[in-house]
């Protein structure tokens, strides 16, 4: 006997699924239309992985530079070539260089590499904002690194919005001095003198020491940094380093910006809490701060479809302008001074050894 159904008609069709082919209905959903699955591509993995690529490149001329400063002192009869992409690390002879190009057209002949890079990553600020911070500076990858591991371990804190301005201002102190010490305190013939003493020849190899051989000061210093950047994300990079205030001051007149769409947004602010800066992206029409790297996380975890995009001289581009573009100017760069002579000294090694003899000893 066939068995015969208790369940009320219209019962039974409020409990049947719809067929697969109806989409549902949104007439009840009052909230803006959602993003699509995000791409394989994101911004937080394009981001690490040119970090990482700069990272392991790093190591490599760092391990050569070293190879390099053994042989200079003396402790080995190996040669092995200087690398000039040391001489990035040096803003204050790269400033004082840069100086006196502008003013007389001349070259730095010392380290002719460091003002090169100095000149491609002020051009980095003014096209794409502080993506040299976001996507090359090793400093800010170790930031990140130190920042994710404060959230892991539960120590992160945000400060108040008033203090993070506070803080925020204490970067542009050395930098202030060092503008003015640059610009206006030495004459072009002071700094002729500085940048060819000894010591300036050998301020890179005395910058590996100071990392060899930290003092109990130093050590100290660095370690309240690493403590500092565990408690409050990217506390080194947002309210210590003069370098990124100067690159931040360069953005501010750059066409590249993160823009917020302000009918799309319903300040759930997953955004600022993505953002590395802490910036209050969901209070910004264009987020046009000295504090924005261009890294797109805002975009990134943004949950709501075209609230916030790349754009690019008030039209829309794609969030990886930002670390293609970097990457473009800084192998443009190289290629150019490769071509132009304008990468490697041209001080004879045997001075230069020399000079790390007297100014380091063997």
């Given at each position: 006997m066939k068995e015969?159904?208790?369940?009320?008609p219209?019962?039974a069709?409020?409990h049947?699924?719809p067929?697969?082919?109806v989409?549902?209905?949104?007439?009840?959903?009052?909230?803006?239309?959602?993003r699509?699955?995000p791409?394989?591509?994101r911004?937080?993995l394009?981001?690490?992985?040119?970090?990482?690529?700069?990272a392991l490149?790093?190591?490599?001329?760092?391990?050569n530079?070293?190879?390099?400063v053994?042989?200079a002192?003396?402790?080995?009869?190996v040669?092995?070539p200087?690398?000039?992409?040391v001489?990035?690390?040096?803003?204050?002879?790269?400033?004082?260089?840069?100086?006196?190009?502008?003013a007389t057209?001349?070259w730095d002949?010392?380290?002719?590499a460091?003002?090169?890079?100095f000149?491609?990553?002020a051009?980095?600020a003014?096209l794409?904002?502080?993506g040299?911070c976001?996507?090359?500076?090793?400093v800010?990858?170790v930031?990140?690194l130190m920042?994710?591991?404060?959230?892991?371990l539960?120590?992160?804190?945000n400060?108040?919005?008033?203090?993070?301005?506070g803080l925020q201002?204490l970067k542009y102190?050395?930098?202030a001095f060092l503008?003015y010490?640059?610009?206006f305190?030495?004459?072009l013939r002071?700094?002729?003198a500085?940048?060819?003493?000894?010591?300036?020849?050998v301020?890179d190899?005395?910058?590996l020491f100071?990392?060899?051989?930290?003092s109990v000061m130093?050590?100290?210093?660095?370690?309240v940094?690493?403590?500092?950047?565990?408690?409050v994300?990217?506390a080194?990079c947002r309210f210590?380093?003069?370098?990124?205030?100067?690159?931040?001051?360069i953005?501010?007149?750059g066409p590249?910006?993160?823009?917020?769409?302000?009918?799309?947004?319903?300040?759930c602010?997953?955004?600022?809490?993505?953002c590395?800066s802490?910036?209050?992206?969901h209070?910004?029409?264009?987020?046009n701060t000295?504090?924005?790297?261009?890294?797109?996380?805002c975009i990134?975890?943004?949950?709501?479809?075209?609230c916030?995009?790349?754009t690019?001289?008030?039209?829309?581009v794609?969030?990886?302008?930002v670390?293609?573009g970097c990457v473009?100017?800084?192998?443009g760069a190289?290629?150019?001074a490769?071509?132009t002579?304008?990468w490697t000294?041209?001080i004879?090694?045997?001075?230069?050894?020399r000079?790390h003899m007297?100014?380091i000893?063997?």
């Amino acid at each position: 006997m066939k068995e015969h159904s208790t369940v009320p008609p219209e019962t039974a069709s409020a409990h049947t699924p719809p067929p697969a082919s109806v989409p549902p209905s949104n007439a009840d959903n009052a909230s803006p239309t959602l993003r699509p699955t995000p791409s394989a591509l994101r911004p937080t993995l394009l981001r690490r992985a040119v970090q990482c690529c700069f990272a392991l490149f790093l190591a490599w001329v760092g391990w050569n530079f070293y190879c390099f400063v053994l042989w200079a002192t003396g402790k080995t009869a190996v040669y092995t070539p200087k690398p000039p992409s040391v001489e990035g690390f040096l803003p204050i002879s790269e400033l004082m260089a840069a100086r006196r190009f502008f003013a007389t057209g001349q070259w730095d002949f010392v380290h002719p590499a460091g003002l090169t890079l100095f000149l491609a990553i002020a051009l980095m600020a003014l096209l794409f904002r502080k993506g040299f911070c976001g996507y090359i500076c090793p400093v800010g990858l170790v930031a990140n690194l130190m920042g994710r591991a404060g959230q892991r371990l539960g120590i992160s804190r945000n400060p108040p919005r008033w203090a993070a301005l506070g803080l925020q201002a204490l970067k542009y102190l050395p930098l202030a001095f060092l503008g003015y010490f640059s610009l206006f305190g030495m004459s072009l013939r002071e700094i002729d003198a500085f940048l060819g003493a000894p010591f300036n020849m050998v301020a890179d190899s005395s910058m590996l020491f100071f990392f060899l051989r930290p003092s109990v000061m130093a050590l100290s210093i660095i370690g309240v940094i690493v403590a500092a950047s565990l408690v409050v994300r990217n506390a080194w990079c947002r309210f210590l380093c003069p370098y990124g205030a100067f690159l931040g001051l360069i953005a501010l007149l750059g066409p590249v910006a993160v823009k917020r769409n302000a009918a799309a947004c319903t300040g759930c602010q997953r955004c600022d809490r993505a953002c590395p800066s802490a910036i209050a992206v969901h209070e910004k029409t264009r987020v046009n701060t000295p504090e924005c790297l261009g890294c797109a996380a805002c975009i990134e975890a943004c949950p709501q479809k075209d609230c916030l995009s790349m754009t690019a001289a008030g039209r829309r581009v794609p969030f990886w302008i930002v670390a293609v573009g970097c990457v473009a100017v800084l192998l443009g760069a190289y290629a150019w001074a490769i071509h132009t002579g304008h990468w490697t000294s041209q001080i004879p090694q045997a001075m230069l050894r020399r000079f790390h003899m007297l100014q380091i000893g063997g």
